[in-house]
């Protein structure tokens, strides 16, 4: 088993807690990981992303090879085009957020945007603030986005429910059970989209 | 033990806290920042009585730190690499003085520059000062390097170079710990000439110091962190170090790599096993992250009699980071590419933040310098370097900590007048203070914009060594107590702002302006906490 997941974002908007998720539902696994993040300058409003890699056998390179992932999970419509070169063009999935982030003057249209990631193959792309906002928990859109994901990562659903569990724990059962939903309906989302 | 998900930076600092260290001290730089954090952070730290705080900048931490060997302890200096040029006077000199309690120095590289001004590899430094390296491939030998370090260190009496790079100081693993060892006792160095570098002893020293040599390449052959692997296929030998041996192996994770490989992760090199490759192969090819620190050794000045494929003769890119990718187009393997970026994406580069201080008084001081024109103002390192970008393309230079106080001297004095420094409350304490006291005592027509936002903000909200203390040391230095002017930066003050602003510039001499206000990241986590404590 391996799974190479770019999470795609701008500095900010949380891809690092997705991966922490993730992370935590391929420990229980007993699978190995490996995280290359990004820190520093670019966490000031740039574009940021993360290489997370998992594998049943040791991993060498913190960074994913060109054209190899099989997954790019992005918060952002337009950064999720940033890292195509990395993804595998036959066999990748780009699962996308579609409300766009805009915080530069030369933003590209919208339509423009969307209509590049509905030329990739393998794509899901879902309006995760919407869908956030609709269950009264707007800072949950990454968790709608990572239950779209979810269907992709041959992982138990099970665990990524743990896994959320575990790491809203201590913020108390109202956060926990906000993102569980949130986690739910990006699942469902992903799965009617997958129908269209 | 059970496996623990750390990153590069903290699976050293788990090492350190781990081996015995009683003391760890630094100045925060990415990509290094988070090793020291993480000390701060743990309750194991604290429980052990382990000293964490940060220092003013690299080379009173460096120094400290040799002070806590001097009393025969184990310590740790945690620095970015163009930190090790503020403490290079203090690591190159504590080789020729060796320690006492080991030590060890983090020099954290970030080649293709994520958040530096250049890529310098450390490992030059180590060279020239003749002092031994380890260089981690991945998470779990940078927390054993970290045990092993304590003991070379202990006993050849040298400080010893943990040397990272961007990669994987900031890359999640699994690492297995080790028993926890207690902390050594007070004990003072054998010998009290042994950190007194009066010329006589210095040479004595440095004697020594060529001597250990042997032994130090020796121990990297017997540690298990250099190995030579032996392969049927002798048209090409690899030598690979630190992070790039990760780089082949991922170009044969499904077959074993048919070539004779030299993995490195320990210095001086064993110069025994460079000769059995050399001997044995066709051509050596190598990969190393950073500069060609080995290749440019193998080939020499001549570059005769070995073949050597690396970053010199285009094999691998000159500058910038490796990747899997660059190593398999070396190795002659199949390339691999997704599809190209469309063209409608744009650059999103990094940005002051919606509320940032910096804002106002930037806006403020383009207003005031108006009657001037451009190319006054010298700036720092931090996040106000932002300021050079639209929409308020408001500063000239960015070189090295401490530059901007300095340089704004050093064009006032050709007749640039007046000249502009612009620098962070932190950045002033690390290095802007003596540049100052230049400016002070030849009265130098300048203006020193002291931007006070209470923090550390381009490395994550670190403590600032200045807190509180700015006016004073200015006062102390000799500014004139008039001309120290406090402002608030906010949108409702930008005409008072700049009318302060325009005053001190016209001032034939030292100005210092403070506008201070808090980092806005550093105030919204400060409510979110308290919001959080509050529930």
């Known amino acids: 088993m391996k799974k190479d997941i770019i999470l795609a974002g701008v500095g900010g908007q949380g891809i690092l807690s997705i991966a922490t998720i993730i992370g935590t539902a391929v420990v229980a696994k007993d699978l190995y990981v490996k995280q290359a993040e990004v820190h520093g300058m670019s966490q000031r409003g740039g574009d940021v992303q993360s290489h997370l890699r998992i594998a049943d056998k040791p991993i060498f390179s913190d960074l994913i090879p060109m054209g190899q992932a099989d997954m790019i999970i992005s918060v952002e419509p337009m950064e999720s085009l940033r890292y195509l070169p990395y993804l595998n063009p036959e066999t990748g999935w780009l699962i996308t957020n579609t409300t766009p982030f805009v915080n530069i003057p030369n933003y590209p249209a919208e339509a423009e945007v969307m209509k590049e990631v509905a030329k990739i193959k393998n794509h899901i792309a879902i309006n995760a603030d919407a869908i956030a906002k609709d269950l009264g928990n707007a800072k949950a859109a990454n968790m709608v986005i990572l239950g779209a994901a979810s269907l992709h990562l041959d992982i138990d659903y099970e665990e990524f429910k743990k896994a959320v569990m575990t790491n809203f724990g201590r913020k108390g059962d109202e956060v926990v059970q906000a993102n569980l939903a949130a986690l739910d309906a990006g699942r469902k989302a992903g799965e009617s989209y997958r129908v269209k | 033990m059970k496996k623990v998900i750390l990153l590069g930076d903290e699976a050293i600092a788990q090492g350190a806290i781990d081996a015995g260290m009683s003391g760890i001290f ?14 701060q952070q743990s309750k194991e730290a604290k429980e052990k009585g382990i000293r964490s705080k940060w220092s ?12 806590m060997s001097y009393a025969g302890k184990r310590t740790m200096c945690c620095m970015k690499h163009v930190g090790v040029n503020v403490a290079a006077d203090a690591y190159v000199n504590s080789g020729i003085t060796g ?41 779990q030998e940078a927390y054993d390097m970290v045990r092993y370090g304590y003991e070379l ?13 961007t990669r994987l100081a900031h890359s999640r693993s699994g690492v297995v710990r080790k028993e926890g060892l207690a902390q050594n006792g007070l004990k003072l160095p054998e010998n009290a000439n042994q950190f007194v570098l009066l010329p006589a002893v210095a040479r004595r020293n440095y004697n020594q110091l060529i001597g250990k040599q042997a032994d130090l390449e020796k121990a990297g052959m017997e540690s298990g962190f250099n190995q030579y692997i ?22 044969f994770k499904d077959e074993k790599c048919p070539y004779p490989v030299l993995k490195i992760s320990q210095y001086p090199l064993p110069t025994q096993w460079i000769a059995k490759l050399v001997d044995s192969c066709e051509k050596i090819l190598v990969l190393e992250e950073g500069m060609p620190v080995i290749e440019e050794q193998l080939r020499g000045i001549l570059n005769r009699d070995v073949k050597v494929l690396g970053r010199l003769d ?5 500058a910038g980071e490796l990747n899997p990718n660059l190593v398999a187009k070396a190795l002659g393997k199949k390339d691999t590419c997704g599809v190209p970026i469309p063209e409608l994406v744009t650059p999103r580069p990094p940005k002051l933040c919606d509320g940032c201080p910096h804002i106002d008084s930037y806006n403020a001081l383009n207003e005031a310098l108006q009657p001037y024109g451009k190319g006054r103002v010298f700036s720092d390192i931090g996040c106000y370097t932002l300021g050079f970008l639209p929409p308020y393309y408001a500063i000239y230079s960015c070189v090295d900590m401490g530059a901007s106080v300095t340089m704004a001297k050093g064009a006032a004095d050709a ?13 002033f304490t690390h290095s802007g203070i003596t540049g100052l006291l230049d400016c002070v005592n030849d009265k130098a027509p300048v203006t020193i914009i002291i931007l006070d936002n209470e923090t550390t903000a381009m490395t994550g909200g670190q403590s600032s060594s200045a807190q509180g203390k700015i006016e004073r040391i200015c006062e102390g230095l000799g500014v004139e107590k008039e001309h120290i002017r406090i ?27 403070i506008p201070r206000r808090e980092c806005i990241q550093t105030l919204n986590k400060r409510m979110r906490e308290k919001f959080a404590e509050k529930k």
């Open chain 2, 487 to 513: 402002v608030k930066p906010l949108r409702k003050n930008h005409e008072e702002m700049v009318k302060i602003m325009a005053e001190e510039l016209a001032y034939d001499g030292v100005s210092v302006i």
């Open chain 2, 153 to 165: 260190s202990e006993r050849t009496k040298l400080p010893v170079m943990l040397r990272i790079t």
């Open chain 2, 56 to 67: 003013a900048n690299e080379k009173t931490a460096y120094e400290a730190a040799l002070g």
């Open chain 2, 230 to 251: 032996d392969g049927d296929d002798k048209s090409l030998g690899i030598i690979a170090s630190g992070i790039a041996y990760n780089y082949l192996m991922e170009n």
């Open chain 2, 99 to 139: 320690v006492n309690g080991g030590f060890i120095f983090v020099a954290a590289d970030d080649p293709s520059m994520h958040s530096s001004q250049n890529e310098q590899d450390s490992r030059f430094y180590a060279k020239f000062a003749l002092l031994p390296v380890l260089e981690p491939s991945n998470q």
């Open chain 2, 314 to 318: 285009g094999a691998l890119n000159r």
């Open chain 2, 26 to 39: 630094a100045y925060p730089g990415t990509p290094s920042t988070e090793i020291t954090e993480f000390v």
């Open chain 2, 415 to 427: 007749g640039l007048v007046p000249a502009v420094a612009v620098i962070g409350d932190s950045t």
